[in-house]
């Protein structure tokens, strides 16, 4: 057993503990989600929107999922095509006519081009740039495959469980189909490809409670939370109960900045806090979105965010 003085050991004694300090004290890392990839600049969902937002140093690229007809999972937001293709234009009978609850009598019923109507290969006929501006024209409905491909090794990927119920009356299994998808790509466990974590988020409690207790899901888990009547869920018992099914809540902005305490409330709970959605000329009372991201970040305490203005967020 070699012998030391007590001068040594006091001198490392003493670095050892210099060291702690500094670890302690060091901040730690903010998490940039890109929303629909960098969607203030480029069409949501497109591989363009997520080459951006992998050039504007996202961490996280974000894939809103839903399900054709032919059972493949795309990366759209909204349940229909119309705002985000010409599928007016290229499929023009083939729309469905909603009557809405609130429906006057004799108004025009909307017409709606549901996803789940039209198989891949009829999606990937439509462009999905234009609507953005002439210089995306021929950007294409990305797979949830493709967005894996094209962002695996240069960010994570952030899937939202996208109206699962919906899918589920018309057949679908929209969890088995992403866990499949994640097996596949074996990327079902924490860790297994460090340059690609995967977060898995949804509005839908009941989504994330068969990843985890059905599918014996790992990877971590966000619940969604929109602005009432889904705030009830926090409160101090609606936190804890969160946690049993999921690693973070995701919440509306309006509801931290209506109450910030809530950080601490799901800090203590065990419950990283990922509010949505920060976006340029949606503001509220800040000058612009890099000073809306600082307050939330750095005031607030949050552990990270939504935003379609990666190159904006502010980085300490
Ligand atoms: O998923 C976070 C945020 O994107 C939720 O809102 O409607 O943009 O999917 P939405
Ligand atoms: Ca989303």
Same mark, same amino acid.
């Given at each position: 057993?070699?012998?030391?003085?007590? &001068?040594?050991?006091? +001198?490392?004694?003493?670095?050892?503990? $210099?060291?702690?300090? +500094?670890?302690?004290?060091? /901040?730690?890392?903010?998490?940039?989600?890109?929303?629909?990839?960098?969607?203030?600049? $480029? !069409?949501?969902?497109?591989?363009?929107?997520?080459?951006?937002?992998?050039?504007?140093?996202?961490?996280?690229?974000?894939? %809103?999922?839903?399900?054709?007809?032919?059972?493949?999972?795309?990366?759209?937001? %909204?349940?229909?095509?119309?705002?985000?293709?010409? +599928?007016?234009?290229?499929?023009?009978?083939?729309?469905?006519? %909603?009557?809405?609850?609130?429906?006057?009598?004799?108004?025009?019923?909307?017409?709606?081009?549901?996803?789940?109507? *039209? @198989?891949?290969?009829?999606?990937?006929?439509?462009?999905?740039?234009?609507?953005?501006?002439?210089?995306?024209?021929?950007?294409? +409905? !990305?797979?949830?495959?493709?967005?894996?491909?094209?962002?695996?090794?240069?960010?994570?990927?952030? !899937?939202?469980?996208?109206? /699962?119920?919906?899918?589920?009356?018309?057949?679908?299994?929209?969890?088995?189909?992403?866990?499949?998808?994640?097996?596949?790509?074996?990327?079902?466990? /924490?860790?297994?490809? $460090?340059?690609?974590?995967?977060?898995?988020?949804?509005?839908?409690? $009941?989504?994330? &409670?068969?990843?985890?207790?059905?599918?014996?899901?790992?990877?971590?888990?966000? *619940?969604?939370?929109?602005?009432?009547?889904?705030?009830?869920?926090?409160?101090?018992?609606?936190?804890?109960?969160?946690?049993?099914?999921? %690693?973070?809540?995701? !919440?509306?902005?309006?509801?931290?900045?209506?109450?910030?305490?809530?950080?601490?409330?799901?800090? @203590?709970?065990?419950?990283?806090? @990922? /509010?949505?959605?920060f976006?340029s000329?949606?503001t509220?009372?800040?000058?612009d979105v890099r000073?809306e991201m600082?307050?939330?970040?750095?005031?607030?305490?949050?552990?990270?965010?939504?935003?379609?203005n990666?190159?904006q967020?502010?980085?300490?």
């Amino acid at each position: 057993m070699p012998k030391f003085n007590h &001068r040594f050991i006091a +001198v490392v004694v003493s670095i050892l503990a $210099a060291l702690a300090v +500094v670890q302690a004290n060091q /901040p730690t890392k903010k998490i940039l989600v890109a929303h629909r990839g960098a969607s203030s600049y $480029a !069409p949501e969902h497109t591989i363009a929107a997520y080459k951006l937002a992998i050039e504007q140093r996202a961490d996280f690229v974000e894939q %809103d999922l839903q399900i054709t007809k032919d059972g493949v999972l795309v990366c759209l937001h %909204d349940l229909t095509l119309e705002r985000t293709t010409n +599928v007016e234009e290229v499929f023009p009978d083939r729309f469905k006519q %909603d009557v809405s609850e609130d429906q006057q009598p004799g108004a025009q019923k909307a017409k709606h081009w549901y996803v789940s109507d *039209f @198989t891949l290969a009829e999606i990937k006929r439509l462009d999905a740039g234009s609507w953005k501006g002439e210089q995306f024209k021929g950007e294409r +409905v !990305p797979t949830w495959q493709e967005a894996v491909d094209f962002v695996r090794g240069k960010a994570g990927l952030y !899937p939202e469980t996208k109206a /699962p119920e919906v899918y589920g009356r018309r057949g679908f299994d929209m969890e088995k189909l992403l866990m499949d998808s994640l097996r596949k790509n074996k990327l079902e466990r /924490p860790g297994a490809d $460090a340059k690609t974590p995967v977060v898995i988020q949804s509005f839908s409690d $009941a989504s994330l &409670r068969k990843l985890r207790d059905v599918h014996k899901l790992k990877l971590p888990l966000v *619940f969604l939370i929109h602005s009432d009547p889904q705030a009830k869920w926090l409160t101090e018992t609606g936190l804890k109960t969160i946690k049993g099914f999921a %690693d973070g809540i995701g !919440p509306n902005k309006s509801l931290i900045e209506r109450e910030p305490k809530l950080v601490g409330w799901a800090h @203590t709970a065990g419950l990283t806090v @990922t /509010p949505y959605t920060f976006r340029s000329g949606a503001t509220g009372r800040y000058k612009d979105v890099r000073e809306e991201m600082t307050q939330f970040l750095f005031t607030y305490g949050v552990d990270a965010l939504f935003t379609d203005n990666p190159d904006q967020f502010p980085r300490r």
